[in-house]
């Protein structure tokens, strides 16, 4: 039986044989046919992580041409978020995690090619492009290198 006490085979079939006597929640379309679904979801996987994080703030008019920084600094300003705020805080804890997907999704993990870090530097527009792996980071507005934000096995 379902340990969210919805009904399985209501949410299965649309028809339980216990009626509205089921001790179970009648619920349609939950998350067990969730796999059926993927013909919708095309679309959202052409996203990258950056356009992902945006889209979670429609009312904000994200330019994906411009640099990923700016429009972070941009959208604070647009929501009003000082620098103590915690829906900032939150927001750019996400930002940077979605430049760390952005970086894995494009380049793999090896946060140690300088090379890679400055391609992402161009993409997100910062100029000028650092020379050294050190102060990639920080021009990307991060405090530490993606590599260390992902969790490591072992
Ligand atoms: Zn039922």
Same mark, same amino acid.
């Given at each position: 039986m379902s340990s969210s006490g919805v009904c399985n085979a209501y949410a299965q079939t649309g028809n339980c044989r216990y009626g509205s006597r089921c001790k179970y929640a009648h619920v349609e379309g939950v998350d067990l046919k969730d796999s059926n679904n993927g013909t919708k979801r095309s679309q959202t996987s052409t996203q990258t992580p950056l356009d992902k994080f945006f889209a979670k703030y429609p009312e904000f008019d994200y330019d994906s041409s411009a640099s990923a920084s700016m429009e972070f600094y941009r959208m604070c300003k647009k929501f009003c978020w000082?620098?103590?705020d915690d829906e900032r805080q939150s927001a750019h804890d996400d930002f940077k995690d979605a430049l760390v997907q952005q970086f894995n999704h494009i380049y793999g993990t090896d946060a140690n090619d300088l090379a890679s870090w400055r391609t992402l530097c161009q993409i997100v527009h910062v &100029? $000028?492009? $650092?020379? *050294?792996l050190k102060s990639c980071p920080t021009k990307l507005g991060? &405090? *530490?290198?993606p590599g260390l934000l992902i969790p490591q096995r072992g």
């Open positions: 000082g620098r103590e &100029s $000028p492009i $650092p020379d *050294t991060l &405090s *530490t290198a």
